[in-house]
């Protein structure tokens, strides 16, 4: 038996879960309905998943792998802040050309036509047709 990152991280969830599902036995029916229907299966399945991380070693990660999960992290990271100084309507098209001309080495052409794409969607959906309010970003309120 091995103590491991992803057998805290199971054990971990099963707490949450366990938490929320003795906190929803005491609601109202309808209003425990949703934490139960999602924390009895998270409970059984995390307690599952941390009894097969102790019973079996991990396996090595290799560095490619490794590598890919720093930049999977690290575009992410740039998202959240793209989202803090600029806000959500002028990070999202900005996140889309650059993942894909950086990261996804997309055409240029295209790269400009999908983060348009986006934008739209993004801006219709949300601003118009939802009226969704969204905070402006740090950037943004000093040019205010």
Not at 91 to 99: R, T
Not at 102 to 109: A, C, D, P, T
Not at 122 to 133: A, I, S
Request: no cysteine; glycine share 6%; aromatic share 16%.
């Amino acid at each position: 038996m091995r103590l491991s990152g992803a057998a805290l991280f199971g054990f971990a969830l099963a707490v949450v879960a366990a938490y929320a599902v003795y906190a929803a036995l005491r609601w109202p029916p309808k209003a425990a309905l949703f934490p139960l229907t999602m924390g009895i299966p998270i409970l059984v399945l995390a307690l599952a998943q941390t009894l097969i991380e102790l019973r079996d070693p991990p396996a090595p990660v290799p560095a490619a792998a490794r590598r890919r999960i720093f930049v999977v992290f690290a575009w992410m990271g740039t998202f959240i802040l793209l989202v803090l100084l600029a806000g959500f309507p002028i990070a999202v098209p900005i996140f889309v050309f650059s993942y894909l001309v950086m990261e996804s080495r997309e055409r240029w052409g295209l790269s400009i036509a999908l983060a348009a794409a986006a934008w739209g969607v993004f801006h219709l959906l949300f601003e118009r047709l939802l009226h969704f309010p969204f905070e402006t970003g740090l950037i943004t309120d000093w040019f205010q």
